[in-house]
């Protein structure tokens, strides 16, 4: 099993910036393995794919929405994931979950394994 929690969600006003964290843990995870990413939900709309990244860290993906704002980041060493969120905006308010594969050629949206969600909300 591989468990995943997230940290790092406020209340934050627009303009403003926050760090997201993931740590994984778990008898099976292996960092060096698995593809992660970060998904959100705002209230009343489906899940949206916000950013992933390889094993490698090499291969990153972002949705048109938060690129050149959002940089996600990992360290296997520590078994953590990073997001970090610059010039928020209120349409940013959402719940961001953590999700990670073993495989890297899913899309993280079908990810096996998710954490329980951070919420973050910015004020205009």
């Known amino acids: 099993q591989v468990q995943l929690v997230e940290t790092g969600g406020g209340l934050v006003q627009a303009g403003d910036s926050l760090r997201l964290s993931c740590a994984a843990s778990?008898?099976?995870?292996?960092?060096?393995?698995?593809?992660m990413g970060w998904v959100r939900q705002a209230p009343g709309k489906e899940r949206e794919f916000v950013a992933s990244?390889?094993?490698?860290?090499?291969?990153?993906k972002y949705s048109d929405s938060v690129k050149g704002r959002f940089t996600i980041s990992r360290d296997n060493a520590k078994k953590l994931l990073y997001l970090q969120m610059n010039n928020l905006k209120p349409e940013d308010t959402a719940v961001y979950y953590c999700?990670?594969?073993?495989?890297?050629?899913?899309?993280?949206?079908?990810?096996?394994?998710w954490g329980q969600g951070t919420q973050v909300t910015v004020s205009s």
């Open positions: 999700a990670a594969d073993p495989s890297q050629a899913i899309s993280i949206l079908s990810a096996r394994y």
């Open positions: 778990g008898r099976t995870f292996n960092a060096y393995g698995y593809y």
């Open positions: 990244i390889t094993w490698s860290g090499i291969s990153l």
